[in-house]
Nanobody, 128 residues
Framework: QVQLVESGGGLVQAGGSLRLSCGAS????????MGWFRQAPGKEREFVAA????????YYADPVKGRVTISRDGARNTVYLQMNSLKPEDTAVYYC?????????????????????WGQGTQVTVSS
């Protein structure tokens, strides 16, 4: 099992930047993909970004494309989400997730049911 802990959330002004971190422990070598999701009050949990651990190939949701960057540090077993040009609509609880399954189609890494482990979430609030 993979344990995930997010950090780096907080309050930021619109147009500002924030970097989230997700530290992984446990059987990290079995994870094929890592992803970030977010959930605002009254809304469904939605995909933000994903990365294939081995290759580093990245995928982004349309609302954040061009404004966020997902990356990983293999030595630290850590995944990052760099967020720039933040908007109030980015306000949400951000969750880190890990998948132990390999998918040839990246579509599955954009779905919540494509992941096996989840962190506790970190709050991101963007003020206007």
């Amino acid at each position: 099992q993979v344990q995930l802990v997010e950090s780096g959330g907080g309050l930021v002004q619109a147009g500002g930047s924030l970097r989230l971190s997700c530290g992984a422990s446990g059987r990290t070598s079995s994870s094929y993909g890592m992803g970030w999701f977010r959930q605002a009050p009254g809304k469904e949990r939605e995909f933000v970004a994903a990365i294939r651990w081995s290759s580093g190939t990245t995928y982004y949701a349309d609302p954040v494309k061009g404004r966020v960057t997902i990356s990983r540090d293999g030595a630290r077993n850590t995944v990052y989400l760099q967020m720039n040009s933040l908007k109030p609509e980015d306000t949400a609880v951000y969750y880190c997730a890990a998948s132990i399954r390999y998918y040839s189609d990246n579509l599955y890494y954009t779905r919540t049911d494509g992941y096996d482990s989840w962190g506790q979430g970190t709050q991101v609030t963007v003020s206007s």
